[in-house]
């Protein structure tokens, strides 16, 4: 019904910036929230930076200042913003969205989780 699609990983030195892209499609009558989560290896998996429908963020404290989220609405496309890049925001990171998707019937919500890109940041 819906897929995300993310890009924008790679490799960088600390101190060097990347920006990711999450772009949602399929049967979407609106998106609420949009988020981006990490996990190390070895690690649970952490929420970095959500931006709610009405445009309103939340960010992990230890990125806080370095990483911006956003969203295009009319493009359906989250990003996130990393500059000032650390060794320890190396991690795969997955983009998570809530979805009202469209039916026959009518709606209804749904999570999904993009495929996951990998960041690594060399010191």
């Known amino acids: 019904q819906v897929q995300l699609v993310e890009s924008g990983g790679g490799l960088v030195q600390a101190g060097g910036s990347l920006r990711l892209s999450c772009a949602v499609s399929?049967?979407?009558?609106?998106?609420?929230?949009m988020g981006w989560y990490r996990q190390a290896p070895g690690k649970q998996r952490e929420l970095v930076a959500r931006?709610?429908?009405?445009?309103?963020?939340n960010y992990l404290d230890s990125v806080k200042g370095r990483f911006t989220i956003s969203r295009d609405n009319a493009k359906n496309t989250v990003y996130l913003q990393m500059n000032s890049l650390k060794p320890e925001d190396t991690g795969v990171y997955f983009c998570?969205?809530?979805?009202?998707?469209?039916?026959?019937?009518?709606?209804?919500?749904?999570?999904?989780w993009g495929q996951g890109t990998q960041v690594t940041v060399s010191s």
């Open positions: 931006i709610s429908s009405g445009g309103s963020t």
């Open positions: 399929g049967r979407i009558f609106s998106i609420n929230a």
């Open positions: 998570n969205v809530q979805v009202n998707v469209l039916v026959a019937w009518g709606t209804y919500e749904d999570t999904y």
